[in-house]
């Protein structure tokens, strides 16, 4: 399984983006896909992940206003849109998969990793 993540970049704050994370390459069903937030100085941690197959979605506390992720199944793409963003939302953002129902936020069980798109909030 390959994932290709898109759309970071730099941003005032109140601003918006979306990042795409596009995947290849097949994998068992059903499965998970999940954005995770690496900040400067800080562990990686999960923001929102989305199960590809009944579309149950989960988000961290400090995105579940303001961010959504959402999926094109037709396109193997997932979304997360990224509103009225901070400082402290400043990340390198990591595309993961992993195969099963459930959908956690803990990067462990994720077995497939993207290259990681950066997205600076100024």
């Known amino acids: 399984v390959q994932l290709v993540e898109s759309g970071g970049g730099s941003v005032k704050a109140g601003g918006s983006l979306t990042l795409s994370c596009v995947a290849s390459g097949g994998g068992m069903k059903p499965q998970c896909m999940g954005w995770f937030g690496k900040a400067p100085g800080k562990e990686r941690e999960g923001v929102a992940p989305?199960?590809?197959?009944?579309?149950?979605?989960y988000y961290a506390d400090s995105v579940r206003t303001r961010f959504t992720i959402s999926q094109d199944n037709a396109r193997n793409t997932v979304y997360l849109q990224m509103n009225n963003l901070t400082p402290e939302d400043t990340a390198m953002y990591y595309c993961?998969?992993?195969?099963?129902?459930?959908?956690?936020?803990?990067?462990?069980?994720?077995?497939?990793w993207g290259q990681g798109t950066q997205v600076t909030v100024s």
């Open positions: 993961a998969l992993k195969n099963g129902v459930t959908c956690p936020q803990d990067e462990e069980a994720y077995s497939f």
């Open positions: 989305i199960s590809t197959d009944y579309g149950s979605t």
